[in-house]
């Protein structure tokens, strides 16, 4: 079965499931020429893009809703068929839930005993607009009656690169989607040309705007071409102007021709360059391309419950193996809800730009008792058992694709008193667990948490102990 669940499992990487790696796009390879529409042809003209369908305002809960389609207790988008970045939109809510439940527990079919505590997953209370990154590019299209190149923004189509021009999405926090038309507003008056990826011409390619949680900062990055930027000041104002809440703005240039969103090259055009956000009670710093969870509800949720199931007395070394900026780490190293915390955490983490944050982070928060290790996780781990390093507690949350036999060896060999295994595919997360039930673990609690409402993806909790 696949790790989300349902009909439509359309690998899309990006809105949903979200991806460990944030700047790829949701769009799939690019198809044959002659399928791709939405965008001027090199005469500057249009070929088969529909009509642009615009989103109700409402956020379109069933009980205000014109259509007759929709359950109650659903919501409604009047793109949702042509988008499919929310494959459960006309479920609704509470059985989203119940079905998440039930295929987790499917998945674990076996691993589970008696004696395993299985949680009732943990919903939000208003499953909207819970996005904290909002990314979209730019095209143009001829309008025939106005005789004019028109710019869209929004999001790709299913499973093609035409862009559906929306001025709403459900998911996405609505400020940063604000920002994103403002954008395509402005572009006009700074003679800002959309990107055309048939031609490799144009300049503005797309905009990812993170919204800090708690803190409320905004950070637009602008993704351009080239790396002039005429006119980038008066551009930076007028945005300003009209978003005063925006803390930073950033170019980023890409010149590839690639579904890549980001390229390397940056260049801070106001403001910081980053932002700050708090979670869990901890401030970290978010640059454009660190990965940061995209639902900071839920990630604080989840975050509280792997902790809670780490047990921790404040004796414990602690591994947070797949780091990345340290996030889970530094917060079990501070402790949640009167927790003491651990003695001791060692972050692990392959992307050196990511253990940089980490480091910052800790730093920036005052803890000393956490440091972090640029290396793959499984070698690492697998020095650490060939030298016998003491660990009390593994918490681990790998990309999708899940952890590898060496790493799983190597924990086994490190014998922690406890494995917390958080994971964004149970598909793979259960056919690790089998791996370390095989070897005599067993899993004493298992939490489903929904980070992604309205789509298939569930996110997972798993607690081990040896038998
Ligand atoms: C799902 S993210 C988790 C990040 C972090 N725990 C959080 O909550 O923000 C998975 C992380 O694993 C990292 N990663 C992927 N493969 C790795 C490997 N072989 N060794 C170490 N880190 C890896 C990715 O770069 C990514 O930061």
Redesign the pocket.
């Known amino acids: 079965m696949d790790a989300r669940f349902g009909k439509n499992n359309l690998d899309k990487p990006g809105k949903s499931g979200e991806p460990?790696d944030a700047s790829r796009s949701n769009k799939p390879n690019r198809p044959n020429k002659s399928n791709r529409s939405g965008k001027a042809s090199k005469s500057g003209k249009s070929t088969k893009f529909a009509k642009a369908a615009p989103v109700r305002r409402d956020g379109g809960l069933r009980a205000g809703c014109a259509r007759g389609s929709v359950a109650p207790g659903a919501f409604f988008c009047p793109i949702d068929s042509k988008c499919g970045g929310c494959e459960w939109l006309a479920v609704p809510y509470a059985e989203q839930l119940k079905r998440k439940q039930h295929e987790v527990e499917g998945l674990f079919d076996g691993l589970l005993d008696s004696e395993t505590a299985v949680r009732p997953i943990l919903g939000m209370d208003d499953p909207r607009y819970y996005r904290n990154k909002v990314v979209s590019p730019y095209v143009g299209i001829w309008d025939k009656k106005a005789r004019q190149m028109r710019v869209l923004c929004g999001m790709y189509e299913r499973g093609t690169h035409r862009v559906i021009d929306s001025d709403e999405c459900l998911l996405e926090n609505r400020e940063a989607k604000r920002i994103i038309l403002t954008i395509r507003d402005l572009m006009r008056r700074f003679r800002i040309e959309p990107y055309d990826e048939d031609t490799d011409e144009g300049f503005l390619r797309h905009v990812q705007v993170r919204v800090g949680h708690t803190s409320g900062e905004i950070m637009v990055t602008v993704v351009t071409r080239e790396d002039q930027f005429p006119g980038a000041k008066g551009f930076v104002r007028a945005l300003r102007e009209k978003h005063p809440s925006i803390t930073t703005v950033v170019q980023n240039v890409n010149a590839r021709q690639t579904n890549v969103i980001l390229g390397d090259k940056e260049r801070t055009l106001f403001g910081p360059g980053f932002i700050l956000d708090e979670l869990c009670g901890l401030s970290f710093r978010i640059s454009s391309k660190s990965?940061?969870?995209v639902n900071s509800t839920q990630t604080e949720v989840l975050y509280c419950r792997a902790i809670e199931m780490a047990k921790l007395a404040g004796t414990e070394v602690l591994m947070d193996a797949?780091?990345?900026?340290g996030?889970?780490g530094l917060v079990a190293a501070r402790g949640v809800d009167g927790n003491p915390g651990a003695a001791r955490v060692i972050g692990?983490?392959?992307?050196p730009d990511?253990v940089a944050d980490a480091r910052n982070n800790a730093r920036h928060n005052g803890i000393k008792r956490a440091e972090f290790v640029a290396a793959?996780?499984?070698e690492y781990m697998h020095r650490m058992a060939d030298e016998g390093a003491p660990l009390d507690v593994l918490m681990m949350?790998?990309?999708r694709a899940g952890s590898t036999p060496e790493f799983l060896k190597a924990a086994c060999e490190l014998a922690p008193k406890r494995i917390v295994y958080i994971s964004?595919n149970p598909q793979t997360q259960a056919r690790d667990a089998a791996f370390l039930v095989e070897r005599g673990w067993r899993i004493v609690e298992m939490q489903p948490v929904d980070m992604f409402p309205h789509t298939s993806h569930a996110e997972n909790i798993i607690l081990l102990e040896r038998r």
Do not use: K, L, M, N
């Open positions: 460990s990965f940061y969870q797949y780091c990345g900026t996030t889970i692990v983490e392959e992307r990511a793959d996780a499984g949350d790998p990309p964004c």
